[in-house]
T-cell receptor, first 112, second 113 residues
Framework: NAGVTQTPKFQVLKTGQSMTLQCAQD?????MYWYRQDPGMGLRLIYY???????DKGEVPNGYNVSRLNKREFSLRLESAAPSQTSVYFC???????????FGSGTRLTVV | DQQVKQNSPSLSVQEGRISILNCDYT??????FLWYKKYPAEGPTFLIS?????DKNEDGRFTVFLNKSAKHLSLHIVPSQPGDSAVYFC????????????FGKGTLLTVNP
């Protein structure tokens, strides 16, 4: 009964480095989402995948790419990390019922 | 342009009293609304939701009220408990938009013993 699993939980990157944040859900949900949370900014949508094989930009997509590897997994890639990408990243999934998301526990990323 | 607004960054109440958290939205097309609760170092967890066809939804100590004409919703917690201390996010969604949710900035609720 894991729900949504994110890895890693913490990461420190140097400016210009790349990395991939992993997310997997075991609830057979169709839709998956990546949000970032910054102080005073709430949760902002980066990218989402309405179903396997599709991805779309959200509110703040610049500097990120995503891959919906299969129905379970949705990864977020930073190709060249910048200090402005220091944030807490949350992955979520939804059954498209209109009753909201299940969130992972987050990845705290610091770019120095 | 912030479509979901929580204008109070923080709220402090005494244990046993009522907590009222407020949320305003600008997009009249939103047709469902949710409240999430978030503890430090954890992901947000779903608390309660309401469809735009209703004006009230209740679940135990938690009640959400929706005033569509004012584009306003509120979360009432009665009675408040110290374990309710958390950040509360209001979110709004639009059916048919791939169920994307738009979140407010959150309100930090502190319930004092």
């Amino acid at each position: 009964n894991a729900g949504v699993t994110q890895t890693p939980k913490f990461q420190v990157l140097k400016t210009g480095q790349s990395m991939t944040l992993q997310c997997a859900q075991d609830m057979n949900h169709n839709s998956m989402y990546w949000y970032r949370q910054d102080p005073g900014m709430g949760l902002r949508l980066i990218y989402y995948s309405a179903s396997e094989g599709t991805t779309d930009k959200g509110e703040v997509p610049n500097g990120y790419n995503v891959s919906r590897l299969n129905k379970r997994e949705f990864s977020l890639r930073l190709e060249s990390a910048a200090p402005s990408q220091t944030s807490v990243y949350f992955c979520a999934s939804s059954a498209q019922t209109g009753y909201g998301y299940t969130f992972g526990s987050g990845t705290r990323l610091t770019v120095v | 342009d912030q479509q979901v607004k929580q204008n109070s960054p923080s709220l402090s109440v005494q244990e046993g009293r009522i907590s009222i958290l407020n949320c305003d939205y600008t997009n009249s097309m939103f047709d469902y609304f949710l409240w999430y609760k978030k503890y430090p170092a954890e992901g947000p967890t779903f608390l309660i939701s309401i469809s735009s066809i209703k004006d009230k939804n209740e679940d135990g100590r938690f009640t959400v009220f929706l005033n569509k004409s004012a584009k306003h919703l509120s979360l009432h917690i009665v009675p408040s408990q110290p374990g309710d201390s958390a950040v509360y996010f209001c979110a709004a969604g639009l059916s048919g938009s791939n169920y994307k949710l738009t979140f407010g900035k959150g309100t930090l609720l502190t319930v004092n013993p």
